[in-house]
């Protein structure tokens, strides 16, 4: 049971990014997928949440509008698309799964797990 997390890298403000969370040994299907982010000295945030149906997703009120999340079942990934990134953007961005966390309540601390995290960094 993995999760492979990638897509990180160096971006300009304004530009885009797409993580992707691959998920092998399991079926995400069946999943409750979040993305956090966390930078040195401040606890993980979550950033999005999506529904093993797909039918509900939640995003933090700061990437709202510019962030969005998806389900691929067949390629077994989900994304996360990151558009007119910002500065305050930068953090290791984590994927994680949990089978009951319902996404309108989610935290960190309730699921069980994650992939290794890619550094995403927004220059000015």
């Known amino acids: 049971v993995q999760l492979q997390a990638s897509g990180g890298g160096l971006v300009q403000a304004g530009g885009s990014l797409r993580l992707s969370c691959a998920a092998s040994g399991f079926r995400l299907d069946y999943y409750t997928i979040g993305w956090f982010r966390q930078t040195p000295g401040k606890e993980r945030e979550g950033v999005s949440c999506i529904s093993p149906s797909s039918s509900s997703a939640y995003y933090a009120d700061s990437v709202k509008g510019r962030f969005s999340i998806s389900r691929d079942n067949a390629k077994n990934t989900v994304y996360l698309q990151m558009n007119s990134l910002k500065p305050e953007d930068t953090a290791v961005y984590y994927c994680?799964?949990?089978?009951?966390?319902?996404?309108?309540?989610?935290?960190?601390?309730?699921?069980?797990?994650w992939g290794q995290g890619t550094q995403v960094t927004v220059s000015s």
């Open positions: 994680a799964v949990e089978s009951w966390v319902v996404c309108s309540d989610y935290r960190a601390g309730d699921f069980g797990t």
